[in-house]
T-cell receptor
């Protein structure tokens, strides 16, 4: 399997612009997670989908952030408008509810820089 | 709510020596998973080892082993025969069992940066 695929790997944008991060989970996985990593706050869960339905979005910082999962093989995380404090590495991860191992498989992350 | 604490921001070890990274967690659940993930400079999150809470036997993966103390809520990682490639940030993580009724999100500690000296 190709693993979790994220795009873009790097994004540099200016404050106020819209940013869209994309994720393709591992085929057959039914849970998808978006995490944000910063030096100050470490790894934070933003939102978690199960069978394409958002289960826990309590980590989404504010209304500027939105996430969708229109089907089992694709998810987006959108920031509009972006701000310098959104600069971080955003990880997408997936897991299989059928597996009893419980582990999450992570993508390589999208590094976002907002100027 | 569950929490994970790594009290060692940085550790260093001489190549070929052994090092132990500490992790404690807080939960009221009886069934859960614990993990150690490695994040090298490439930033890819790589699973090192996992432990199911219902298993009394400590997990082992080659040079990596854990000391799981359920009553003490402690989950330390031991790296034996340290290699230069082990240099990375290590994260301890907790996940509720899918049978617990909780959302199953992975909760991370703050991370420990491991330096390996040649």
């Amino acid at each position: 399997d190709a693993g979790v695929i994220q795009s873009p790997r790097h994004e540099v944008t200016e404050m106020g612009q819209e940013v869209t991060l994309r994720c393709k989970p591992i085929s057959g996985h039914n849970s998808l997670f978006w995490y944000r990593q910063t030096m100050m706050r470490g790894l934070e869960l933003l939102i978690y989908f199960n069978n394409n339905v958002p289960i826990d979005d309590s980590g989404m910082p504010e209304d500027r952030f939105s996430a969708k999962m229109p089907n089992a093989s694709f998810s987006t995380l959108k920031i509009q408008p972006s701000e310098p404090r959104d600069s971080a590495v955003y990880f997408c991860a997936s897991s299989s509810g059928l597996a009893l191992t419980g582990e999450l498989f992570f993508g390589e992350g999208s590094r976002l820089t907002v100027l | 709510a569950q929490t994970v604490t790594q009290s060692q921001p940085e550790m260093s070890v001489q190549e070929a020596e052994t090092v132990t990274l500490s992790c404690t967690y807080d939960t009221s659940e009886s069934d859960y998973y614990l993990f150690w993930y490695k994040q090298p400079p490439s930033r890819q999150m790589i699973l090192v080892i996992r432990q199911e809470a219902y298993k009394q036997q400590n997990a082992t993966e080659n040079r990596f082993s854990v000391n799981f103390q359920k009553a003490a809520k402690s989950f330390s990682l031991k790296i034996s025969d340290s290699q230069l490639g082990d240099a990375a940030m290590y994260f301890c993580a907790y996940r509720s069992s899918p049978f617990s009724g909780n959302t199953g999100k992975l909760i991370f500690g703050q991370g420990t940066t491991l330096q390996v000296k040649p």
